[in-house]
T-cell receptor, first 113, second 115 residues
Framework: AQSVSQHNHHVILSEAASLELGCNYSYGGTVNLFWYVQYPGQHLQLLLKYFSGDPLVKGIKGFEAEFIKSKFSFNLRKPSVQWSDTAEYFCAVNAPGANNLFFGTGTRLTVIP | GAGVSQSPSNKVTEKGKDVELRCDPISGHTALYWYRQSLGQGLEFLIYFQGNSAPDKSGLPSDRFSAERTGGSVSTLTIQRTQQEDSAVYLC?????????????FGSGTQLSVL
């Protein structure tokens, strides 16, 4: 069975600090990987996704994520966070063509101005 | 509408009562998903509809839960004889195509509280 682990439950950073949120999954086959974000009072929305090709994926608002197959990881990074990045971040994974998207428990990011 | 619409936004009910939650997906989206988010938990997959195909009900936690999608558009999630552990945010999402490599568009959810 697939599962997704996000070990950081709440991360607090000052503006301009660098960010890395961990995501590990357990699935032996080919996977599609996603990061979704939920800003306060808003809907969940897609931040970035990986299907194949370059394991370093660029998303919106300066975010990127790197797929490391040997580590079953898909960590989210941003070199310099802003107050507006305060949100909850969810990692998700599924097998290609599968109906179910497995989500992690989420990481709440608070950026202090 | 422009996005996925869910109603009601909040629902408070007494244990043992039935509830219906509604989802209006984005027009033209053939795939529709229901997820549940409990406090401190990730999003838990409940059910998936794709066009006229039989739904994938593999995530429904018990036979008290059911869902239907009429005319390939609006969906209703019904919880019978609600229990306190059913309290959660119920999220609906839709996507343009059938595969989950499509971007999901989420609604704002229904906060269900069972007293």
């Amino acid at each position: 069975a697939q599962s997704v682990s996000q070990h950081n439950h709440h991360v607090i950073l000052s503006e301009a600090a660098s960010l890395e949120l961990g995501c590990n999954y357990s699935y032996g086959g080919t996977v599609n990987l996603f990061w979704y974000v939920q800003y306060p009072g808003q809907h969940l929305q897609l931040l970035l996704k990986y299907f194949s090709g370059d394991p370093l994926v660029k998303g919106i608002k300066g975010f990127e994520a790197e797929f490391i197959k040997s580590k079953f990881s898909f960590n989210l990074r941003k070199p310099s966070v802003q107050w507006s990045d305060t949100a909850e971040y969810f990692c998700a994974v599924n097998a290609p063509g599968a109906n179910n998207l497995f989500f992690g428990t989420g990481t709440r990011l608070t950026v202090i101005p | 509408g422009a996005g996925v619409s869910q109603s009601p936004s909040n629902k408070v009910t007494e244990k043992g009562k039935d509830v219906e939650l509604r989802c209006d997906p984005i027009s033209g989206h053939t795939a529709l998903y229901w997820y549940r988010q409990s406090l401190g938990q990730g999003l838990e997959f409940l059910i998936y509809f794709q066009g006229n195909s039989a739904p994938d009900k593999s995530g429904l936690p018990s036979d008290r839960f059911s869902a239907e999608r009429t005319g390939g558009s609006v969906s209703t999630l019904t919880i019978q004889r609600t229990q306190q552990e059913d309290s959660a945010v119920y999220l609906c999402a839709s996507s343009l195509g059938w595969a989950t490599n499509e971007k999901l568009f989420f609604g704002s959810g229904t906060q269900l509280s069972v007293l």
